[in-house]
């Protein structure tokens, strides 16, 4: 909404007159009004006066508090709208990141050294439903591997898990929830279907966890 130098916007000065205006309206229409309130502070007593300056006042009162209402309402509109022109540059800002940072997994350069790793991401941006599930079990090992290098005992990784605890795997949480879908992977077969947003999903918490201990 446009505003002039003194910060008045266009909108406030048309209420402000169609206010005056509904205001001059009513005066012009009712000019008894001030014969009663004339009438009521130099005379005696007259009821029909006193509810006719009542019935004044409560308009006057009704036309300030209707403008009020509708003001904080064009406020709260302009308010709503900078906030979603805020998110969308927020939502775009992230989108472009997030293609930047899919792009260069899919290129391979800037992610990791770890060759397995690489793989992972191969797999897992592959245009193949089957890749996406080696990405996971892929994944699965090379947590099992660093669950060996950090000394947790254990003929498999379930078992490393269970014998790990928050204090001496902080990751334990999050490692199991992945290990329980290459689970399903591994004994459901073809009948688990996973998504190519799932399984970017699942391999996302892996790479939390390798990046925590610097596996990756």
């Given amino acids: 909404m446009k505003r002039n130098s003194g ?29 009663d309130i004339k009438n009521f502070f ?31 309402a064009v406020r709260l509109l302009e308010i709503r709208k900078k906030e979603h022109e805020h998110l ?21 350069g800037g992610v990791s050294d770890n060759s397995r790793w690489i793989k992972v991401l191969e797999h897992t941006f ?21 669950m060996e290098q950090m000394g947790f005992k254990g003929e498999n990784l379930g078992e490393k898990l269970k014998n790990a605890d928050q204090e ?15 689970n399903r992977i591994a004994h459901e077969g073809l009948a688990f279907e996973v998504s190519n947003f799932e399984a970017k999903r699942v391999v996302a918490i892996y790479e939390q966890i390798f990046r925590e201990y610097g596996y990756i």
């Fill in 126 to 146: 592959s245009q193949n439903p089957a890749d996406w599930k080696l990405a996971i079990i892929e994944s699965d090992s090379m947590l099992l591997d660093l």
């Fill in 168 to 182: 001496s795997f902080p990751s334990l949480t999050r490692a199991w929830e992945v290990h329980t879908i290459r």
């Fill in 88 to 108: 969308a540059r927020e939502i775009a800002e992230y989108a472009h990141k997030q293609s930047e940072t899919e792009r260069k997994k899919q290129e391979g």
């Fill in 42 to 72: 130099t005379g005696g007593v007259d009821y029909g006066a006193v509810g006719n300056v009542v019935k004044f006042i409560l308009t006057i009162l009704t036309i300030f508090f209707l403008t009020i209402i509708a003001y904080c």
């Fill in 7 to 35: 910060g008045i916007g266009i909108f406030e000065i048309i209420l402000a007159a169609l206010a005056l205006i509904v205001l001059a309206i009513f005066l012009f229409k009712n000019v008894g009004f001030f014969i």
